[in-house]
C-alpha cells in the first residue's frame, strides 16, 4: 500500500536517547529515544555552513515519499556494510519495509554515514549512530535535506538483538515519524521488546555481532557519548 505525505505542519520532531542513564533499568527506558536534532536545531546547524547550489535535488517533507516509492522500485540491493574504527559487521535490510530500506541504501550510496559516529552506547541494551558534531555531517544533511520518515512498526518484527530499528517519539509527535539520518541496534539479550510498536525494525545484523558488542561496552561520560569516538569509516551497499 501506498503511504501519502503528511502534512509539513504535523512534522514536529523527536528524539533520540535509547536510555536515560547506565544506571536504570532498559524498562524505566520507555519510549525516550532522544539526543539529536529536532528540524529547527538542523536549520540553524545548516545555516553556519557552506551554501549548495541551487539546482542541487534536496529531498524535503513533501518530496520524500514519492522519491522513496519510486527508488525502491528497482532496488534489489539489501545489505550494508559498515566499517567502523573498531572492525565491521553486515545488516540485512527487511524487503517489506521498504520506506526505510529504501532510505537506509540511499544514505549509505550518498555517502551520508561515512565519518559520522556511534554517538550514544547504552550499556547492555543499543548503539546509537548516524551522527556527528562536526559539521561535515550537518553540511551532508543539508545537501540531502530535511525530511522524515513515516512509521512502519506493524509488520510483526520484534526488537531482537541484532535488530537495527530507527528512532522515533510519540512526544509531539503523533504520526510516529522517524528520523531518517540515525539508527540504533540493540544489543540485549534477547531483546528489547518493550520497543516494539514504537519504533521501526528495519533489519538485522548478519555478521559481526561481535563487533557491535564491542563497541557497547567502550566507556562512555555524560548523555552516553563514547569517552573515545567510534567513526564510521564508510557504510558499503552490498
Known amino acids: 500500500m501506498r503511504l501519502t505525505a503528511i502534512p509539513a505542519s504535523l512534522l514536529l520532531l523527536l528524539f533520540v536517547s535509547c536510555g536515560e542513564s547506565t544506571k536504570k533499568s532498559n524498562d524505566k527506558v520507555e519510549q525516550k529515544i532522544t539526543k539529536t536534532d529536532t528540524l529547527s536545531q538542523i536549520e540553524q546547524d545548516t545555516t553556519e555552513v557552506a551554501e549548495v547550489e541551487k539546482d542541487t535535488f534536496r529531498l524535503t517533507e513533501e518530496n520524500a ?7 525502491t522500485k528497482d532496488l534489489k540491493k539489501n545489505k550494508v556494510k ?24 540511499y544514505l549509505a550510496r550518498k555517502k551520508y554515514f561515512d565519518s559520522t559516529q556511534f554517538h550514544r552506547i547504552v550499556k547492555n ?22 525530511y522524515l520518515l513515516p512509521p512502519d512498526a506493524k509488520k510483526g518484527y520484534k526488537h531482537h538483538r541484532g535488530t537495527i530499528s530507527m528512532p522515533s517519539s510519540e512526544r509531539d509527535n503523533p504520526h510516529k515519524l522517524a528520523s531518517p539520518y540515525e539508527f540504533f541496534i540493540v544489543v540485549t539479550d534477547p531483546g528489547s521488546y518493550h520497543l516494539d510498536g514504537s519504533y521501526t525494525p528495519f533489519g538485522k ?14 566507556p562512555v561520560g555524560d548523555g552516553d557519548w563514547p ?7 564508510k557504510a558499503e551497499v552490498l
Request: net charge positive.
Open 65 to 71: 515519499i514519492d522519491f522513496f516509492f519510486n527508488y
Open 82 to 105: 559498515i566499517t567502523t574504527t573498531m572492525g565491521s559487521f553486515t545488516v540485512e535490510l527487511y524487503d517489506d519495509v521498504p520506506y526505510h530500506k529504501a532510505n537506509f541504501i
Open 125 to 146: 541494551f543499543i548503539i546509537q549512530g548516524g551522527n556527528s558534531d562536526d559539521r561535515r555531517t550537518a553540511r551532508k544533511r543539508s545537501n540531502i535535506g530535511r
Open 205 to 218: 545484523v548478519i555478521s559481526g555481532m561481535d563487533v557491535v558488542d564491542k563497541i557497547n561496552q567502550v
Open 227 to 233: 569517552l573515545k569516538n567510534i567513526y564510521i569509516l
